[in-house]
């Protein structure tokens, strides 16, 4: 059930409660007609499957999952079925399943999926950087491919790269090899101080973006740049915006930390907005 009429139910316990609720009222179903009719029900398990993804999909819209989810519960439980004709061993479904772990990690907490910033943008990236030598980071580097453009063109750069997605991570580690000013390292950008940082660089989703505001406020210093790629942190007026010449027209929204407006009793909900 909802916890308040803003907050929406976490996206895992929101799948399970949908999927478990339909699970239950097809069996409750199954029961009763077999009781009524003795028809053999469960010689057509794509019917009772399409039942369970039609409750599923309505208890997720009930629970406001986010509109893309609800064709993913309806088609589940049908799909699970169609695929069991396909004698696939299971090992298969095991394997796809640590793959998709290993690349996307705990996307269910983090509600940042891997999408990678393309070389327009790193370009566009690269001509924003000032001529004196900075050091950059860019929180959940994924594989790495912006960062080592990045470093590639700017050898008097520091460029810091944090992930914690094991297969991204590893492919972002074995890119950096070789390029002296770039480090990847391994863990959660959320424990990492923003504080020794020019140029903080973030391409993630809209859910960190308020979380991710109030992180830079209190630890970036005055006068650091905060880029996040396509996502505006909400309410707050970017200092500029760059439009990246590319196909899925790319815009970086740039906030530029501020002395005046850098105190340390930073309110916790709704900060003023930054420097226009
Ligand atoms: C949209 S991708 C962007 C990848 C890369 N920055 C780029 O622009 O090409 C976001 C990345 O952030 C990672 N990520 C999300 N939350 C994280 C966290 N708390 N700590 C470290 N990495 C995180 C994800 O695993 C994913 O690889």
Known sequence: M?????????????????????????????????????LPFWEYPLLPAFL???????????????????????????????????????????????????????????RVPLYLSNRQTATALAALLPTAPIKLIDLGCGAGGLLRQLARSRPDCRFIGIEHAPLPWL????????????????????????AGYDLVYAFLSP????????????????GALLISNSFAVPDIAPTGTVDVPDRRATRLYLYQMDKADDSAAFPAICPPPYRQ
């Open 52 to 110: 369970q993804g039609a409750t599923a999909a309505l208890i997720a819209h009930w629970l406001r999952a986010p509109r893309w989810w609800l064709p993913i519960h309806f088609g589940f439980a049908p799909l699970a079925v169609i695929v069991q004709g396909f004698d696939i061993a299971p090992g298969w479904f095991l394997a796809a399943f640590v793959l998709t772990l290993l690349v996307f990690w705990r996307t269910d907490q983090s």
């Open 207 to 222: 859910a960190p973006m308020p979380r991710l505001w109030q992180k830079a406020r209190i630890e970036m210093v005055p």
């Open 2 to 38: 909802p916890a308040s009429a803003s907050e929406p139910v976490s996206p895992l316990r929101a799948a399970l409660l949908a999927q478990g609720g339909g699970v239950v009222l097809v069996f409750m179903l199954a029961f009763a007609l077999a009781q009524l009719t003795q």
């Open 171 to 194: 492919l972002a580690r074995l890119r950096a090899r070789g390029v002296d000013n770039l480090t990847v390292r391994y863990g959660d950008f959320w424990q990492e101080s923003l």
